[in-house]
């Protein structure tokens, strides 16, 4: 049996790994924060590249693809720490795509495969936690409809997003649900965050008496399968992106180690520094093995499925970490520098590691689905 990717998919990886290095001045880290135009370049060339085509069913002009055959693509994206909201449209096409109503397919998924319409979810709020049970945001009927009230902070690029997820909590027994608003709607305002990752962009939303319909509901009702889907699908891509900061960061260290003279000698000679690139090269590859699996297995929508994510999402979390961490000290002083960018990977990290479900929420999800499993068994 062959557990390697495909020729097809490595050949998309490389294309998209092609462009990306050939773009990387772009991403300067004298200038973090990417332009409008830079963004924009980024994004129609990985349009033409087929990126956001790729989760796109075939009956929408899309690519029919999974998160197994995009895995290593949003690997190189983590490796070029790319703009916050390609993940996020692409992690909201599949939704799309797998709960949409006939109505939300038709007038969205053409559009996102031609790279013009960009998406970014809003999960978490300020007195929440990671459990969306915990969510204060509602949906409640009034007599001419329904509205939203909330607020949602660390919201991914809001202010460059065409269309927002929500999650909220409807009123009376329906439970969960996840609504799609234009950003321009009515009631709606945002406020940028102040993170400590640089290059990117987090916005507070506030919905104020927000009107929405059943066609804001994404599949026209309230569903918490929904809500769920896009937990695990988004903290996979995180877990995958991590793994490309990690091998990125990894790859830089060993090409100083390798050019560092001290004693007369390449520091990468050095028996404790062998030791030290042995262990990050470990991290790295044990990283890939798990967030690969996790793919596979959202893509499939396999029984162990939210097991798998929170593994990987744990896991990869504490690596990255680890990663960065040793890369910055194998560097010497250099490595706290400014020029040298290496602490944008480990703010990108950081603040991945602690979205859509930090390691302690994760590794208590993993131990209830152990349980579950054993009482089945």
Same mark, same amino acid.
């Given at each position: 049996?062959?557990?390697?990717?495909?020729?097809?998919?490595?050949?998309? %990886?490389?294309?998209?790994?092609?462009?990306?290095n050939?773009?990387?001045?772009?991403?300067?880290?004298?200038?973090?924060?990417?332009?409008?135009?830079?963004?924009?370049?980024?994004?129609?060339? &990985?349009?033409?590249?087929?990126?956001?085509?790729?989760?796109?069913?075939?009956?929408?002009?899309?690519?029919?693809?999974?998160?197994?055959?995009?895995?290593?693509?949003?690997?190189?994206?983590?490796?070029?720490?790319?703009?916050e909201?390609?993940? !996020?449209?692409?992690?909201?096409?599949?939704?799309?795509?797998?709960f949409?109503?006939?109505?939300?397919?038709v007038m969205?998924?053409?559009?996102?495969?031609e790279?013009?319409?960009?998406?970014?979810?809003?999960?978490?709020?300020?007195?929440?936690?990671?459990?969306?049970?915990?969510?204060?945001?509602?949906?409640?009927?009034?007599?001419?409809? !329904?509205?939203?009230?909330?607020?949602?902070?660390?919201?991914?690029?809001?202010?460059?997003?065409?269309?927002?997820?929500?999650?909220?909590?409807?009123d009376?027994?329906?439970?969960?649900?996840?609504?799609?608003?234009?950003?321009? %709607?009515?009631g709606?305002s945002?406020?940028?965050?102040?993170?400590?990752?640089?290059?990117?962009?987090?916005?507070?939303?506030?919905?104020?008496?927000?009107?929405?319909?059943?066609?804001?509901?994404?599949?026209?009702?309230?569903?918490?399968?929904?809500? !769920?889907?896009?937990?695990?699908?988004?903290?996979?891509?995180?877990a995958?992106?991590?793994?490309g900061?990690?091998?990125?960061?990894?790859d830089?260290?060993?090409?100083?180690?390798?050019?560092r003279?001290?004693?007369?000698?390449?520091?990468?000679?050095?028996?404790?520094?062998?030791?030290?690139?042995?262990? &990050?090269?470990?991290?790295?590859?044990?990283?890939?093995?798990?967030?690969?699996?996790?793919?596979?297995?959202?893509?499939?929508?396999?029984?162990?499925q %939210?097991?798998?994510?929170?593994?990987?999402?744990?896991?990869?979390?504490d690596?990255?970490?680890f990663?960065?961490?040793? =890369?910055?000290?194998?560097?010497? =002083?250099?490595?706290?520098?400014?020029?040298?960018?290496?602490?944008?990977?480990?703010?990108?990290?950081? &603040?991945?590691?602690?979205?859509?479900?930090?390691?302690?929420f994760?590794?208590?999800r993993?131990?209830? !689905?152990?349980?579950?499993?054993?009482?089945?068994?």
């Open positions: 049996m062959d557990f390697d990717f495909s020729e097809e998919q490595y050949s998309f %990886r490389n294309s998209v790994r092609a462009f990306l050939s773009r990387e001045d772009v991403f300067t880290f004298s200038s973090p924060r990417l332009t409008q135009l830079e963004k924009n370049e980024i994004w129609s060339t &990985l349009t033409d590249l087929g990126t956001f085509s790729a989760l796109v069913p075939e009956k929408y002009g899309g690519l029919g693809l999974t998160f197994v055959d995009v895995a290593l693509v949003l690997e190189e994206f983590g490796r070029q720490l790319v703009p909201l390609v993940i !996020e449209t692409l992690v909201g096409t599949d939704l799309i795509a797998r949409g109503s006939e109505e939300q397919k969205l998924l053409p559009r996102i495969a790279g013009r319409l960009k998406l970014t979810s809003a999960l978490s709020e300020a007195t929440a936690g990671f459990e969306p049970s915990e969510m204060s945001t509602g949906i409640r009927r009034i007599k001419l409809g !329904e509205q939203l009230t909330g607020a949602k902070i660390l919201v991914p690029d809001a202010s460059g997003a065409d269309f927002v997820f929500v999650a909220a909590r409807c009376g027994d329906r439970g969960l649900a996840l609504v799609l608003l234009e950003r321009q %709607r009515p709606i945002l406020r940028e965050n102040q993170t400590f990752d640089l290059m990117s962009a987090y916005h507070a939303v506030t919905f104020n008496d927000v009107a929405i319909g059943d066609r804001d509901f994404l599949g026209g009702a309230p569903s918490a399968a929904a809500l !769920e889907r896009l937990m695990d699908a988004s903290a996979l891509c995180a995958v992106f991590m793994t900061i990690a091998g990125k960061v990894m830089k260290t060993v090409e100083y180690v390798k050019q003279k001290q004693f007369g000698k390449v520091i990468g000679s050095f028996q404790a520094i062998k030791h030290k690139c042995a262990d &990050l090269a470990v991290s790295v590859d044990s990283c890939r093995s798990a967030a690969y699996y996790a793919a596979w297995a959202v893509a499939h929508g396999t029984p162990d %939210r097991k798998s994510v929170s593994i990987a999402k744990a896991f990869c979390g690596m990255s970490r990663v960065c961490n040793e =890369g910055i000290q194998l560097h010497g =002083g250099m490595g706290f520098t400014w020029d040298l960018g290496l602490h944008y990977y480990l703010r990108r990290a950081k &603040l991945l590691e602690y979205s859509y479900g930090d390691a302690s994760h590794r208590k993993i131990i209830a !689905e152990a349980l579950l499993d054993l009482s089945a068994g």
